[in-house]
Every structure is written in structure tokens, then in C-alpha cells.
């Protein structure tokens, strides 16, 4: 127990150390988000200055970090040049909406991985055989090319909404009406991710049970006449689980990284689309806010994996 | 055998479409900025054997398109003269390698006449050969980041599990932090350091030193692993024991060890880069026009209008999957290979 | 090209051990905080020409001290004098002649040689290490070196993999000696070799010691090849010498309790073997 304390600690500083790089890279960016009133030439050179005054773009790095680590530990992410807002309350929404989409999308592919491999593990032949081979081949197609497959589908089947993640009339509908809405946006974007995540997965549940399936202390299991029902679930699983659990903090970095580039061509309101926009734009509070947002998501699923870990292993338990 | 079968077919398929992709001037029809700008968005040619008249060609051939004023901006075949396709034809002038100079191409329509076997894109210019070209910029792109971030991560993953102490303590600190975050995250926040709009002769250089510095953590780690075990070897230590210097055991005993891992982590990556660079052209923060790569041509493909009405847009997209499935291929056999050879 | 630290001074000790302690303390993880102690106020004196065996089981602190004497580990206290000269305060050049004239051949010879060499190269590389060009001169010495340790020329090309224990053990003496050392050092070179193969070796090693000034220092946990290599036999007990006497008054006059209890374990056991037989 102590150690997942200690992890928790390791994260924070981690995290601090991410907010150090992530810093130093956007502020050295030629250029700032004044740069970009300069294009209108009605706008004068006091404005312009004024205008980073403002911002404390003008000052040296370290005191503007030094002076948003303070904010932050007051709760101020910095301001946003770009929404003209300030950064805590845009993230709020969009670091929400992408852990939606990504929950959902692990949620479910997992749901299809893990069954999928004990049924391929516990048969060599066949119809299993194909399906696990015809996932494992699907490995080969890149995120680009299934988002833009399947809103390519999308639009010309009409089946799924073509973006976005409610409509327009979201607000005036019903309860029902409401969730509906929501499933079918959702559709597309969490298919491109589980397919994405599919392959490795499933092989990986194949491998991890049929280790199982073939670790000695099975076998004598099923030499004691233990039903193949009960040796797979009670016996298998959790053995196999192990290597899962930590196949699943591995794969989340691909996760988030894959669901940015989905949420940007399918139009999901995440924080995909607004670190892009914010690195157009030089919108470096919301850069930096963004990466953080993304880091926390990968600490904490690698800290809920290691819970796992701990809670599934007795032997980790013991140490 | 069955295991060398997919090993030299995966290798066999790679070798072809680098092959393609090295020599773009010969096997594309035409050079990538060669705009028709009465043919814009054109659909892909369709190849013939039949003409009109009911008569069977032994040569393929292909009509010449006009506006379609009927169905509002499409295009529909001139039925009047076929124009067949050859193999080694004259065309447009183009350099091999930096240093000669050819006009032969693999195959082309006779005459002036226009063959485009993807469709063109906005501009009338060939998607095919755009492809061929975009594909030379991608794959350099990926190849030479995947040398950088092999480089750099061995040279410190050696040093520092070598000499052990601080500087292995610092490596994997750095290490831990580069992998703390998604790669994508890291790479656009990487890229914001740089100028929005970088000159396009240094673009896909620079982007390769970008992807190579953020891909470095990786291999590091790995090759640091590697030292750690392979220097407390005996023979190591037995060389150590005739007076040999640090620089000599690593070049003579500890780096070779590490040479199939190497090759293993190479064919991994050279994907992964590819990918990467695809993906930040895309959202055009890589290479841009007019030099055209994977990333950028599908770039257009974020109007709906264009997803919907011009599917061939989509072919640098379908490409990526015998590219991927060459390497992962080649990389899975590599990786088995390690793994059962003893040492 | 090949020097000596100093003037051989017959009278001098070539290895002389002063109060060595080696101690596990905080770094070893098994230890959870205590400092368990290896090598304990160890007091040995090695004289050039006359060998010495090293006797001890498992655990008792050999291998420890072997790889103290070379450098590979640092000892917590203590001194150690090579040719007279303490070996923690050599550099560079006296660094390098101190690496040329004390060898250790390990137990494991499959693990000491690097599979990825040709045997000719293993043996030609302690002479390369030092600076010199690999010339067909170079080649005729590695051959002739092979040979003297009874390693067909033909096996040159091959792999260390390709050879048996008694053939890679030979080379890994063929590459030692390539640096003309003033001590070899076997830290249970032999064991775990058949019987027929040790006995082969002894020989060669005895004829070696005719031809060159080299002394041998053996360690291991066989009473009867400790004796059959060396006229002085000092046993290791949990870190601690507990006898040092002449090889003939091992087995005679054993002083302390436990080399009597190994003597007689060792006589018990070729009882057996002749009641087994008989």
C-alpha cells in the first residue's frame, strides 16, 4: 500500500517535470500570439506591445514560470489568447470529453479483446483461428486511414452523424432522445479507437491465456477433474490478467495519442482539437494546460493499473 | 521454411516499394507539381481493352476527359480516340538521385494526352505520381528519424549503462519524463517551438530531427538494459582484465551484442516515424506545399466536400497498409529470430 | 614490450595480503542493512615459483577474493601487494603491466570467451588490447600459443561454442599466458571438467611452469587437485583462513577443526569408492 503512495508521489513530480519541458518548448517559440495581430495592419505597434504587456509575454521565462506555477497552485491555468477566456474552464470540458470517448473506447475493446482471446486461446483451429488472424492483419491500417474510412461511410450512408459530439438541438431533447444522440456520435470515433486497439490487444489476451492454459499448475488442475468452465474463469483468467493489466498502462499512451488525431477529423470536442488550435494559434497556456491534462490521464490510468496489479496479485500483495 | 517464407515475402514487398518510392521520377507518369487546372479533380483513368466500336485492342487504352456541364463540374469520357498506354515512354524530365538526368518513365498515355491512375487532385495535378514522390518524402522522413533516435538513444543508453552512477540516474529520469506523455502530445508540443511555416528545403529534415529527438527515450531505455547485462559478462570482465579501455569494450564486446536488437527496434520504428509524419502534415504542421508527402496530400481530405466527391484522394491513406504490413512483418520475424538465437 | 614493475627480488613475496576484509554491507539488497563480511583480516604471502591452492567451499569467500586480487572488486580494507607494489595506487602504464602479469581464468570458460570471436582471436586479443597490429607475426604466435596447449592450428578459425569444456578451459590458458603473467590465477578453472580432461591440463600446466616464470594460484574445493597442483595449501573457512600449512601436512597434521572434518570427508568418500568397487 505504501508503495502505490509512493508512486502517487513519483506522478506528481513527474507531472511537475512535464509542465518544466512542456514550458520551455512553447516559450521558445519565435514569435507569440501578438504575432498574429501584426497581419492586420490597422492594428499599431503601442497595441501590439500593450497587447503582450498584458500577457506577460514580454517577461523572461522564468519569472512567467514561476508566476504560472503559482497560479496554478492557486487553481489558474493561465488565460487563453485565442477564446479570450481563462484556460481552466476550456480544459475542464474538453479534457472531459476526451476521457469519455477514450473510457468508452478502452471499455469496449477490451470487452471484444478479452473474450476474443480466450476463445482463440482455448481452440487452435478453425473459426477462431480466422477471426484471430483476421484481427491480428488489421494491425497494418493506420487511425488516419480508418477515421477518414469511416466518415467517408458516414457521410454517404447518412447512418451516423458526421461529427461533433451532440447536435445542434441537444438541449431541447428528451432524456432518451438525449442519450441516443449521444451513442451515435459517439459510434464512430470509438470504433476507429477500438479498431485501432484491437490487434495488439487480442493478441495479447491470446498469448496471456494460452501461457495460462499451459502453466503447469493448470494442468494439474485438470488432471484433478476440474470442469474446463470453472479452469478457464476461476483458474486462467486471473492468472493472465497479469500481463493484461500491465498491457493496458503500456497502450494507453497509444490511446491518447491515437483519440487526438480521431478527434480532430471526426470533430469530437476533446482536447485534441484544442491543443491543435492552440499550437496554430501560439495559445501557450492552453499548450501547456493540454499536455498536462493528457499526462494526469496517462499517470492515473498507469496508477489504476498498478491498483489492479496489486488487488489481482497475491504475491505482489505479500511483498 | 514456412517462417523464411514470411520473412523473404516481407522483405520482397518492402524492396518493391522502396524501390518505387527511391526512383519516383521513372515509375511516376508525371512530375508532382505539374498542374492541369481544367482538370481539377479528376476521377482515376479507366483502363480499356474495348473500344466504342466493339473492337478488342491488345494494348490498354484510355479516353481523354472533358467537362461534363450536364452533371454540374463532373467529367465524362471523349469517346472519339482511345489513346493507348505504353510502357517506357518520353515525358516530362526528371533527375535521378540528385545527379543524372532522365525523361524515360515506366509507362505513360501516348502523346500529350493525360493518364492519371489515381485521379488528380484540386491543382489537375497527378495523384499517382503525387503519391510516388509524397511517398519518397514520408519514408526519407521516417528512415532518417529512426537513424537519429537510434543514435542518439544507444549512444546514451551505452553511457549510461556503462559508467552506471549519475549518469545512469539522469538518463532514466530524462527517460521516464519523455515517456510520460503521449508521443503525439509531445510531438506538437516539440513542433510549437519551431516557426509555424518552416522553408520547405529544410522541412522534413528538421521534421526528422524533431520526431528523432522525441523518439529517443525508447530506445534508450532498451540499450541501457542491454549494457547493464552484457558488461558484468565474463568476457567482458576478462578483457577488462588484459588492460583494455572502456572505448574497446564497447566497440569490440558490448555494442556488437546490441546489433540485432538494433535492427529489431529499426524496423519498428521506421513505421511508427512514418506515421508520425503523416499524421503532422495532415494537420499541416509538417512538410507543406509544394512539396508533396502522404500527410499532406490527405491534408485536403479534411473538407467534407472532398471526402465525399473525390474518394482517390483517399489512395495515399490505402498505400499505408502494405508499407505497415511490410515492416510489421519484417519486424515480428526479427523479433523471433532474437529471441530464439542463444546468445 | 613486455616489462616487470620491479626487479624480480627472489626474496620479495610476488603477492603479499595484508589484513583484507571484503564486506556485503548496505549495498546488498539481501542483506536488509546488516553488513555480512565475505573475506575477514585475510594474511597471505604468495612467493614467485612455488604455487599455491586456495581450498574452500561454496560460499566461503574464494571467488570474492580472487577478483579482489585483480582489481575487479575493491576490498572494504585492507592491502595487497603485487611485485611489491600496493595495486590500489598503480596508474596507466604500471596500471597496464600490473594487468599483464596477474590472469584469472574463471570456472565457466563458455561464458569467458565472447561467441561472436574466432578462437584465434580471443587468444590474439590481449596482445591487441595493447596496441599491436593483427600481422601475420602476431597470427604465428596465437597459433604456436594454441599449440603449446595442445589446440590443433585448425580449430583457429572455429568458435569458442564449437569446442568442448577441456578444449575452451585450454584456451582460455592459451590467451592468459599471451602476456607472459607473472601469476595465473584459477578460480575452479577445473571443476565441473572430466576427470581424464583436469588430469590432461595439470600436466600441461606443470610443463608450462618448466618453460615460463609463471606461478599458479588455485582455488578450489577439490582437496586432491589443490594438492596435486601446489606445495602450499591455505584453507578458507567463512571468510577466514583457517589453515595454511605445506600439501603434505594437509592430509598428515590437519590443525584446525574443520580442515580435519574436510580430510576426512575426502577420505571417507574414496573409501566409498574403493568399497563401491570392491
Known amino acids: 500500500m505504501k508503495y502505490l503512495g509512493l508512486r502517487l508521489l513519483h506522478s506528481a513530480l513527474l507531472l511537475w517535470g512535464v509542465s518544466l519541458l512542456a514550458f520551455l518548448f512553447v516559450a521558445a517559440a519565435p514569435g507569440d500570439f501578438a504575432d498574429a495581430l501584426r497581419l492586420n495592419p490597422q492594428v499599431s505597434g503601442t497595441t501590439i506591445a500593450a497587447t503582450r504587456a498584458r500577457y506577460g509575454l514580454d517577461k523572461s521565462f522564468p519569472i512567467r514560470y514561476a508566476r504560472w506555477i503559482g497560479n496554478v497552485a492557486r487553481g489558474d491555468l493561465g488565460y487563453s489568447f485565442a477564446y479570450d477566456a481563462p484556460v481552466a474552464s476550456l480544459i475542464w470540458t474538453r479534457a472531459r470529453n476526451t476521457l469519455f470517448l477514450t473510457i468508452i473506447a478502452t471499455l469496449v475493446a477490451w470487452l471484444i479483446a478479452v473474450p476474443l482471446g480466450v476463445w482463440s486461446a482455448s481452440r487452435h483451429h478453425g473459426a477462431a483461428n480466422i477471426v484471430s488472424t483476421g484481427v491480428s492483419s488489421l494491425i497494418a491500417v493506420p487511425d488516419i486511414l480508418l477515421a477518414l474510412g469511416f466518415l467517408y461511410l458516414a457521410v454517404q450512408t447518412g447512418w451516423f452523424p458526421t461529427g461533433g459530439m451532440v447536435s445542434v438541438a441537444f438541449d431541447q431533447f428528451g432524456y432518451w432522445a438525449k442519450l441516443r444522440d449521444l451513442i451515435a456520435h459517439l459510434t464512430l470515433p470509438t470504433m476507429t479507437l477500438v479498431i485501432g486497439m484491437l490487434p495488439v490487444l487480442a493478441q495479447h489476451a491470446r498469448a496471456a491465456v494460452a501461457e495460462a492454459l499451459d502453466a503447469p499448475f493448470i494442468r494439474s488442475a485438470r488432471a484433478h477433474g476440474i470442469p474446463q468452465r470453472r479452469l478457464l474463469f476461476s483458474y486462467a483468467l486471473p492468472f493472465a490478467a497479469n500481463p493484461l493489466i500491465s498491457l493496458f498502462g503500456l497502450s494507453l499512451a497509444a490511446l491518447l495519442s491515437g483519440s487526438l488525431l480521431v478527434e480532430v477529423i471526426m470533430s469530437w470536442p476533446g482536447l485534441g482539437p484544442l491543443i491543435l488550435g492552440a499550437v496554430e494559434s501560439r495559445d501557450i497556456y492552453v499548450v501547456v494546460a493540454s499536455v498536462l491534462a493528457s499526462t494526469i490521464f496517462l499517470l492515473a490510468g498507469n496508477w489504476v493499473s498498478d491498483l489492479l496489479l496489486y488487488a489481482n496479485d497475491p504475491r505482489i500483495r505479500a511483498e | ?343 | 614490450m613486455i616489462g616487470r614493475l620491479a626487479d624480480i627480488d627472489r626474496s620479495a613475496p610476488l603477492l603479499e595480503i595484508r589484513n583484507l576484509n571484503y564486506e556485503y554491507g548496505p549495498r546488498s539488497s539481501t542483506s536488509k542493512g546488516k553488513s555480512v563480511a565475505a573475506l575477514r583480516g585475510i594474511d597471505l604471502e604468495i612467493r614467485a615459483g612455488s604455487n599455491l591452492s586456495l581450498v574452500g567451499e561454496s560460499g566461503s569467500g574464494k571467488s570474492t577474493f580472487a577478483r579482489c586480487i585483480t582489481r575487479i572488486e575493491r576490498p572494504t580494507s585492507g592491502e595487497i601487494y603485487f611485485e611489491g607494489r600496493n595495486i590500489w595506487q598503480l596508474e596507466f602504464e604500471e596500471l597496464k603491466l600490473f594487468r599483464n602479469h596477474i590472469q584469472l581464468i574463471f570456472q565457466d570458460s563458455a561464458t569467458s570467451l565472447n561467441p561472436r570471436f574466432t578462437n584465434e582471436e580471443i587468444v590474439a586479443e590481449p596482445r591487441i588490447v595493447h596496441g599491436e597490429k593483427n600481422c601475420p607475426q602476431l597470427r604465428e604466435l596465437v597459433i604456436a600459443q594454441m599449440e603449446r596447449l595442445g589446440l590443433s592450428a585448425e580449430l583457429a578459425r572455429r568458435r569458442p561454442l564449437e569446442l568442448s569444456g577441456g578444449q575452451r578451459q585450454r584456451l582460455a590458458i592459451a590467451r592468459a599466458l599471451m602476456l607472459e603473467p607473472a601469476l595465473l590465477i584459477f578460480d575452479e578453472a577445473l571443476s565441473g571438467l572430466d576427470l581424464l580432461v583436469q588430469e590432461r591440463i595439470l600436466n600441461l600446466l606443470r610443463t608450462l611452469q618448466t618453460e615460463s616464470l609463471v606461478t599458479y594460484l588455485f582455488i578450489t574445493h577439490n582437496l586432491t587437485l589443490a594438492q596435486a597442483v601446489a606445495n602450499e595449501i591455505v584453507v578458507l573457512h567463512e571468510g577466514t583462513i583457517v589453515e595454511s600449512v605445506s600439501s603434505m601436512d594437509l592430509f598428515t597434521f590437519p590443525r584446525h577443526d574443520y580442515t580435519r572434518r574436510l580430510v576426512e570427508s575426502a577420505q571417507l568418500l574414496r573409501l566409498a569408492v574403493t568399497n563401491a568397487k570392491g
Not at chain 2, 466500336?53 to 456541364?69: E, I, N, Q
Not at chain 2, 492519371?116 to 519514408?139: A, C, H, K, N, P
Not at chain 2, 577488462?240 to 555494442?255: K, P
Not at chain 2, 551484442?257 to 509538417?286: N, Y
Open chain 2, 1 to 343: 521454411m514456412k517462417r523464411n517464407l514470411k520473412f523473404w515475402a516481407a522483405s520482397a514487398l518492402l524492396a518493391g516499394i522502396h524501390l518505387l518510392l527511391i526512383f519516383p521520377g521513372f515509375f511516376a507518369p508525371y512530375d508532382y507539381s505539374a498542374q492541369n487546372r481544367e482538370f481539377s479533380y479528376a476521377p482515376p483513368s479507366r483502363l480499356h481493352f474495348v473500344d466504342r466500336a466493339g473492337k478488342t485492342h491488345f494494348r490498354p487504352f484510355t479516353y481523354a476527359l472533358v467537362r461534363d456541364d450536364q452533371n454540374s463540374g463532373g467529367y465524362v469520357e471523349a469517346s472519339n480516340k482511345p489513346i493507348p498506354i505504353r510502357f517506357f515512354v518520353r515525358g516530362s524530365s526528371y533527375s535521378i538521385l540528385g545527379i543524372f538526368r532522365s525523361s524515360l518513365h515506366s509507362f505513360g498515355a501516348d502523346t500529350s494526352a493525360k493518364f492519371w491512375l489515381m485521379g488528380t487532385d484540386q491543382f489537375g495535378r497527378d495523384e499517382f505520381s503525387r503519391v510516388l514522390y509524397g511517398g519518397r518524402i514520408s519514408i526519407l522522413a521516417g528512415l532518417i528519424a529512426t537513424l537519429l533516435s537510434l543514435i542518439l538513444g544507444t549512444i546514451l543508453g551505452a553511457l549510461a549503462g556503462f559508467y552506471s552512477g549519475w549518469s545512469d540516474v539522469l538518463l532514466m529520469r530524462g527517460v521516464e519524463l519523455f515517456l510520460a506523455l503521449p508521443w503525439l502530445y509531445l510531438l506538437l508540443t516539440v513542433r510549437a517551438s519551431l516557426p509555424l511555416h518552416i522553408s520547405t528545403i529544410d522541412t522534413f529534415l528538421l521534421l526528422a530531427a524533431v520526431l528523432g529527438l522525441v523518439g529517443w527515450a525508447r530506445p534508450a531505455r532498451l540499450v541501457r538494459g542491454m549494457v547493464l547485462s552484457v558488461k558484468e559478462r565474463n568476457y567482458v570482465q576478462s578483457a577488462r582484465g588484459f588492460g583494455a579501455s572502456d572505448v574497446y569494450l564497447l566497440r569490440r564486446h558490448i555494442l556488437p551484442q546490441l546489433s540485432s536488437v538494433l535492427l529489431t527496434q529499426a524496423a519498428l520504428l521506421v513505421p511508427q516515424f512514418v506515421l508520425a509524419e503523416v499524421t503532422l502534415s495532415f494537420l499541416g504542421l509538417g512538410v507543406s506545399e509544394p512539396v508533396p508527402s502522404w500527410g499532406n496530400l490527405l491534408a485536403c481530405l479534411q473538407q467534407y466536400y472532398v471526402l465525399t466527391s473525390y474518394w482517390w484522394m483517399l489512395f495515399p491513406a490505402l498505400v499505408l497498409v502494405p508499407f505497415f504490413a511490410g515492416y510489421q512483418m519484417l519486424a515480428a520475424e526479427l523479433a523471433r529470430r532474437n529471441s530464439a538465437a542463444t546468445f
